[in-house]
């Protein structure tokens, strides 16, 4: 298996502007996590699916950010607009059931 | 508040000298306590799952304890490879699959 896949590896944008991140899972596994971190925050879920409905929302920092999985093997995060404290590695993992997570490469974003 | 701690924040071993990592925890109920390694410009890689206090499982140089309070990561021998920053998370009863994240440990062994 590939494991979990996203795309960019990187991305820099400009304050203002729509940033899209994406991600695979891993084929069969029925939990999609979104996590991001920073040096001074580590590691925070913002949201995750649960065959693809969200469970729960409650770590997204503000409505700028939206997530979407419109079928089990593709998610999207979106952040509208971007700001420069969004600057952080974007990662997501998946699992089957609720068990150990596997994590993708992550998507490191910079916005100036 | 659930809270997950990890000590030392970061550790520095020459090779071949065995120590150990610490995670407490204070959660409401224990589902299950996860360790992960993460090498920089990486994503965190899944080593254990501990369930149960006095469960114990290996792999490698690696040994991973738990107790009531508390797990431990136990580290023998260690080799340059070994350097990482080790984290533990902990699943709640309530939390539907959402893991709580400690800081995690930096690990430099050195040769």
């Not at chain 1, 596997?102 to 974003?109: A, I, S």
């Not at chain 2, 890689?45 to 107790?67: C, H, I």
């Not at chain 2, 699943?91 to 539907?96: A, C, F, G, K």
Request: charge should be negative; aromatic fraction near 10%; include cysteine.
């Amino acid at each position: 298996d590939a494991g979990v896949i996203q795309s960019p590896r990187h991305e820099v944008t400009e304050m203002g502007q729509e940033v899209t991140l994406r991600c695979k899972p891993i084929s069969g596994h029925d939990y999609l996590f979104w996590y991001r971190q920073t040096m001074m925050r580590g590691l925070e879920l913002l949201i995750y699916f649960n065959n693809n409905v969200p469970i729960d929302d409650s770590g997204m920092p503000e409505d700028r950010f939206s997530a979407k999985m419109p079928n089990a093997s593709f998610s999207t995060l979106k952040i509208q607009p971007s700001e420069p404290r969004d600057s952080a590695v974007y990662f997501c993992a998946s699992s089957l059931r609720r068990y150990e997570q596997y994590f993708g490469p992550g998507t490191r974003l910079t916005v100036t | 508040e659930d809270q997950v701690t990890q000590s030392p924040e970061a550790l520095r071993l020459q090779e071949g000298e065995s120590s150990s990592l610490n995670c407490s925890y204070t959660v409401s109920g224990l589902r299950g306590l996860f360790w992960y390694r993460q090498d920089p410009g990486k994503g965190p890689e899944f080593l254990f799952t501990l369930y149960s206090a006095g469960e114990e499982k290996e792999k490698e140089r690696l040994k991973a304890t738990l107790t009531k309070k508390e797990s431990f990561l136990h580290i023998t021998a260690p080799k340059p490879e070994d350097s990482a920053t080790y984290l533990c998370a902990v699943l709640i009863t309530d939390s539907w699959g959402k893991l709580q994240f400690g800081a995690g440990t930096q690990v430099v062994v050195t040769p």
